[in-house]
């Protein structure tokens, strides 16, 4: 699996679009950029994936330049809610019996969301 | 459709004791993985299991163990506990094999060794 680097942590305010960046310089062709959310003592969420171009859903868009090097997701007008861990995994998914370290999780990107 | 749920939510143990952790998966999903979350170490792989078949295995010693039922079902043993397996141990589930891209998450077991 691709090795990404995103912020530790970011602050905002309720109201506000955020935008988390994700770096992924070493993206293989398969790979697929996939984006999970993760509340305080609960399993991580899937948010969103996308291979390139734009992908939008009811949570969050997921933006991807043409290089495929980066990705930032956005989340629209947050809520207090919206405070939690995201984290981005870059993978082909297996499927074919690879991805033998299962999903690789980095530290994430603690968001805080202010009133 | 239900999610994936896992039992006990909450567990007690004392070192060199033995725990049994289980995961029911979401209705037709043949894939489960497990993982250990800890503050140190983040959220590592520790194994997956299709079909009643270990696929694929994290870097975990051969104190971590698991099985998988005919009805997907799957459990977690570890034993001889020491302080450091103190975590929370999630399962996820999937629909295919090694589909590591969309996983679904139970709310995990908080593990504590004393």
């Known amino acids: 699996l691709a090795k990404t680097t995103q912020p530790i942590s970011m602050d905002s305010y309720e109201g506000q679009e955020v935008n988390i960046t994700c770096s992924h310089n070493n993206i293989a062709t398969n790979d697929y950029i996939t984006w999970y959310q993760q509340f305080p003592s609960q399993g991580p969420r899937f948010i969103i994936q996308g291979y390139k171009t734009k992908v939008t859903n009811e949570v969050a868009s997921l933006f991807i330049p043409a290089d495929r090097k980066s990705s930032t997701l956005s989340l629209p007008r947050v809520s207090l809610s919206d405070t939690a861990v995201y984290y981005c995994?870059?993978?082909?998914?297996?499927?074919?019996?690879?991805?033998?370290?299962?999903?690789?999780f980095g530290k994430g990107t603690h968001l805080i969301i202010q009133p | 459709k239900a999610g994936v749920t896992q039992t006990p939510r909450y567990l007690i143990k004392t070192r060199g004791q033995q725990v049994t952790l289980s995961c029911s998966p979401i209705?037709?999903?043949?894939?489960v993985s497990w993982y250990q979350q800890t503050p140190g170490q983040g959220l590592q792989f520790l194994f997956e299991y299709f079909s009643e078949t270990q696929r694929n295995k994290g870097n975990f010693p051969g104190r971590f163990s698991g099985r998988q039922f005919s009805n997907s079902r799957s459990e977690m043993n570890v034993s001889t506990l020491e302080l450091g397996d103190s975590a929370l141990y999630l399962c996820?589930?999937?629909?295919?094999?090694?589909?590591?891209?969309?996983?679904?998450f139970g709310p995990g077991t908080r593990l504590t060794v004393l």
């Open positions: 996820a589930s999937s629909s295919r094999a090694s589909d590591y891209n969309e996983q679904f």
């Open positions: 995994l870059v993978g082909d998914g297996g499927g074919s019996g690879g991805g033998a370290d299962g999903l690789t």
């Open positions: 209705s037709g999903h043949r894939s």
